[in-house]
Structure formats: structure tokens, C-alpha cells
């Protein structure tokens, strides 16, 4: 096997399993759990000094996850989409220290922050809407 096509299907394999482990466990229960949910995930903006708009900002942080997951799988734009999922992740590290749940909580989000910044950088490889 290649080097280039070696990383190619890595890029696929992680874009697939990181994407639609995003949009599973992340991005849909923020939406299910409704404006209550939402509300609650946009306060944790007061971390970075943000008190308004709450709904604004979960909702901001869930179409991310949703969407963002979604164009990061199918690899479509997949470096803006790879940006933004980076700074939900960086604002919810920053949440979890903030609320002082430690660096093992905290560990999973900074993670995929530095997944994602990852893929922005290489981007998504060939196997990938971007390539076609």
C-alpha cells in the first residue's frame, strides 16, 4: 500500500468514526433535549466573559456538531467545517475546566480539538467530496 493512499483511508476512517461520533453522542441530544438544553449549553459561554444570548449560542454550538459533523464525514469543506468543530471543542474544554470537572473530563474535548485541527490542516484526502 502507498503512503498517500495509507493516509487517505486513515483521513476516511477518521473523518467517518469521529464525524458521526460528534453528530450521535453530541450534536443530536443537544437538539432533542430542546430550548432548555440549548440554553443551558449556550451559558457555558460566561467562561470567555458572553452572558447574552444563550439560546443563540447552544444552538450555535449544535448545528455545529450536527452540520459540521455531517460536511466533516462526507469530507465537504471539510477544512471550515474541521475549524468550527474546532473552536465548539475549544469552547467546551474551556467549560469543563471552568466548571472544575478536571482534565480526565475535560481530556475527551481537547482530543478532538486537536483532531480537528488536524484535518484542517491536512484535509479530508482523496476519498472525499472535496476531491471530486
Not at 458572553?50 to 443563540?56: A, E, K, S
Not at 480537528?116 to 472535496?130: E, N, P, Q, R
Request: hydrophobic content about 50%; glycine content about 14%.
Amino acid at each position: 500500500m502507498r503512503t498517500t493512499k495509507g493516509k487517505d483511508i486513515g483521513l476516511l476512517i477518521i473523518r467517518l468514526t469521529i464525524g458521526a461520533s460528534m453528530m450521535i453522542f453530541h450534536g443530536i441530544p443537544k437538539v432533542s433535549g430542546g430550548v432548555e438544553k440549548l440554553e443551558s449549553i449556550g451559558n457555558s459561554m460566561k467562561h470567555v466573559g458572553i452572558t447574552f444570548m444563550p439560546l443563540f449560542w447552544g444552538g450555535a454550538a449544535a448545528t455545529a456538531e450536527i452540520l459540521g459533523s455531517l460536511l466533516f464525514m462526507i469530507g465537504l469543506w471539510t477544512r471550515p467545517a474541521s475549524v468550527v468543530l474546532a473552536g465548539t471543542m475549544l469552547m467546551a474544554s474551556i467549560y469543563h475546566l471552568g466548571e472544575g470537572h478536571g482534565w480526565a473530563k475535560s481530556s475527551h474535548t481537547i482530543e478532538l480539538f486537536f483532531i480537528f485541527i488536524a484535518v484542517a490542516l491536512m484535509g479530508a484526502g482523496k476519498y472525499s467530496v472535496d476531491k471530486k
